[in-house]
């Protein structure tokens, strides 16, 4: 396993000290905003159908898997509230 520290390219560094250093107004920052996540956007890498499809299978299995869980935990509570304080039928029954 290699060691990548993600540090930002020295063309990255300079573009962004030179903006820093330019006064823009609102329209400017704006225009700056909206480059600069299209730059980003265009790094975006779209999974194919299959990836896609194996993450969402991915995704509803452990999602039923973790109902499950909790669903389980649930029940064992309710068993356990009801042995320790009852289920509440004795008292109602004068």
């Known amino acids: 396993m290699s060691n990548v520290i993600d540090e930002p390219g020295e063309d990255v560094v300079a573009n962004a000290k030179k903006e820093r250093a330019e006064k823009r107004g609102p329209f400017g920052r704006f225009a700056l905003f909206i480059r600069q996540v299209l730059n980003e956007l265009s790094k975006v890498v779209t999974p194919t159908r299959r ?24 029940i064992v509570f309710l068993w356990l509230v009801r042995f320790i304080f009852g289920d509440g039928t004795a008292a109602v029954g004068l």
Request: aromatic share 8%; net charge negative; glycine share 4%.
């Open 51 to 74: 990836e896609l499809i194996t993450y969402t299978i991915v995704v509803l299995v452990f999602v039923i898997i973790m109902m499950a869980i909790v669903s389980g935990l649930d």
